[in-house]
């Protein structure tokens, strides 16, 4: 076959397509290719040829070649969420191009702040052709590979003379159940997604033998059927006739409704804390970055120092105004009015948490409860400010570094508003509604909310803190081994919030010590699994599922390989409980989160030693069990 190169359509870091956070692309299901990461903002054409399909959303572009090179340029993973925002198309679906045109511009760091950027570029006739070779700014990135047949039996039979979406439309249908059993439907720019009331009706062995199905897999609770750029959108809309009523997709809404209700707080979380993580996890590189500096024996100038403070300390000091803001975008708030309460609760004003809880100790060597050191002078900031209200005396205080507080606070204020505009009149609604929810939730939050929400925040923080500090790295061994699992269920992110108060309150997170064992566990189970696997074409696959795990991200290793084969998705538990406990023992602890494995080591760099020793651990426990006691025939 035919082997063709052709230059990269944007500028940036070429890389392989194995190295993409998508294990439909980095799996070769979409083509083969190369992507670029950190790309620059404009895509131009590589070739000349004609835009067969440029999506209302403008994320993606299909484009053929004079001399027949069909290729998809996908920017970023799941950007079709932001339906066009960002994106300016130059060009239209039927334009001919020349080589260089300016086909589309984006703006890469206001999507960066909530996608992944990077860009796959794929060639998807690939199968005509031999080795593929993408070009950029001298670096190359090739890639072969064998056409394979997809004719089957399944396409034979009665609908034999459709038009290709026709017959792949109607036996999807078949094969996921029925149109009964449909809830809802909706496509990105490759894969139809179908939300179902039954997953044991799919025949999915059935729907990967389609001739014109590149793929399938469940995520998000949606089964996704990987069709290819252009195809899809015919299918869709065919699969659509079958059942007008799917049209309007909702797939979303579908989705959370067949969540567990743990699915659906820890998605929640998700939601409210995953804007925050990359301003916790810049501090924590730069609060690492100090302590291993000053470790040498680097020492800093107080005005040096201090300015290293500001950098490190202000998104702790204003967490509540962070969770307020990230709380109320989600549930339908003003964001702006989010952020304005949370800076409420830590008004300078009030007495500082951190004051109040570092002299709650010499108080009670003194003999004193708050209320009477209340009343003297020398300790007027130091404890709460008593507040009496119907009989009772309620403690004011700031709430520098909670959580849980401003997370009830900014659900209650985005309840609260949309309630207020419902009645208070148009004419009168910015002034009033703004007003009233700042006011009834501020009283509300210092004096009713922050007091009860505090404590339980104090009390949950203490039993978990009390778990991991258990004797003999039983902490580390429990939720080293378990984490994981957790991950399958897809309740993971409820350890967001607790990793947030840890870095809070104590400047450090134990929890993602134990956490990267444990994933870097299920990706050295994965790659003996792929060591293992004699056929040339699996081991591949296998290998460019495990990558993604040593930086960080575990469902392609797990779905994708040990959980299929359960023996080493135990074996990759084994792995995770051994380094946590060993990361226990040792005290191990990040200044950071969000990251871990290969990324994570940025925020190990005083204990790096400790941390790739824990690494070592989980890979090598997970590997060795997995090599030596799995069989490939299983």
Not at 223 to 251: H, M, R, W
Not at 265 to 276: E, Q
Not at 410 to 432: H, M, N, R, S, Y
Not at 447 to 470: C, D, Y
Request: net charge neutral; proline share 4%.
């Amino acid at each position: 076959m035919k082997d063709i190169r052709f230059d990269s359509p944007l500028k940036g870091k070429l890389i392989p397509l194995s190295e993409v956070k998508d294990q439909v692309f980095a799996g070769g299901a979409m083509g083969r290719g190369a992507a670029v990461a950190s790309p620059e903002g404009k895509v131009y054409a590589p070739f000349d040829g004609e835009i067969t399909v440029f999506f209302d959303t403008k994320h993606a572009i299909g484009l053929k070649s004079s001399d027949g090179i069909e290729v998809l340029i996908h920017v970023g993973m799941d950007t079709v969420n932001l339906k066009g925002q960002y994106f300016t198309a130059h060009k239209q679906q039927g334009d001919k191009v020349k080589k260089g045109d300016l086909l589309l511009e984006f703006d890469a760091a206001a999507i960066s702040k909530q996608y992944d950027t990077t860009t796959p570029v794929v060639v998807t006739n690939h199968m005509d052709y031999g080795k593929i070779t993408v070009v950029l700014d001298g670096k190359e990135v090739s890639s072969t590979g064998e056409a394979k047949a997809t004719t089957t039996a399944t396409d034979a039979g009665e609908y034999a003379d459709l038009p290709a979406e026709q017959r792949v439309a109607r036996l999807i249908e078949r094969y996921v159940g029925g149109m009964s059993n449909v809830r809802s439907a909706e496509h990105c720019a490759t894969r139809l997604r179908l939300i179902l009331n039954d997953k044991s009706k799919i025949d999915e062995k059935a729907v990967e033998n389609i001739d014109g199905v590149k793929g399938q897999f469940f995520a998000a609770q949606q089964y996704q059927i990987i069709l290819g750029t252009g195809f899809v959108d015919k299918v869709t809309d065919e699969f659509i006739k079958l059942n007008p009523s799917l049209a309007g997709g909702g797939n979303k809404e579908a989705a959370y409704e067949q969540m567990t209700l743990m699915q659906k707080i820890s998605r929640t979380l998700g939601d409210v804390f995953v804007p925050i993580i990359p301003v916790l996890v810049a501090t924590g590189l730069f609060m690492g970055l100090r302590g291993a500096t000053q470790s040498l024996g680097v020492e800093f100038s107080p005005s040096v120092l201090l300015l290293s403070q500001v950098l490190t300390d202000t998104a702790f000091a204003f967490l509540p105004a962070l969770v307020c803001w990230s709380t109320m975008k989600k549930f339908g708030g003003t964001p702006v009015i989010g952020i304005v309460l949370g800076l409420m609760l830590v008004f300078p004003a009030l007495p500082n948490a951190y004051v109040v809880g570092g002299f709650a100790n010499e108080l009670e060597s003194l003999g004193l409860t708050w209320q009477e050191a209340a009343k003297i002078a020398d300790y007027a900031g130091k404890v709460p400010i008593p507040v009496d209200i119907l009989g009772f005396t309620v403690p004011l205080v700031g709430y520098q570094g909670s959580v849980l507080p401003a997370l009830v606070l900014g659900i209650f204020a985005a309840k609260l508003q949309q309630w207020l505009k419902t009645f208070v009149p148009d004419i009168i609604d910015l002034i009033v509604t703004p007003f009233l929810t700042l006011f009834i939730s501020m009283l509300l939050g210092l004096l009713i909310v922050g007091p009860i929400m505090h404590g339980i925040e104090q009390a949950v923080f203490g039993a978990v803190q009390a778990f991991l500090a258990m004797p003999y790295g039983i902490g580390g061994l429990v939720v080293g081994g378990l984490q994981q699992v957790i991950v399958v269920f897809g309740v993971h992110h409820v350890f967001n919030a607790l990793e947030v108060q840890l870095l809070a309150s104590t400047g450090v997170d134990p929890f993602n010590a134990i956490i990267t064992g444990a994933i870097v566990a299920q990706g050295g189970a994965a790659v003996a699994v792929a060591m293992k696997t004699q056929d040339k074409k699996k081991r591949a696959l296998y290998i460019s599922s495990a990558v993604p795990a040593f930086l960080g991200i575990t469902e392609p290793a797990i779905f994708g390989i040990n959980l299929r084969f359960m023996k080493p998705f135990i074996y990759g538990l084994v792995g995770g409980a051994c380094a946590g406990t060993v990361a226990s023992l040792m005290g191990l602890a990040g200044t950071g989160m969000g990251i871990t494995v290969i990324p994570g080591t940025l925020l190990y760099i005083s204990q790096l030693p400790q941390y790739i020793l824990v690494n070592v651990i989980g890979f090598a426990v997970a590997f060795g069990l997995t090599y030596t006691m799995f069989k490939v025939e299983e």
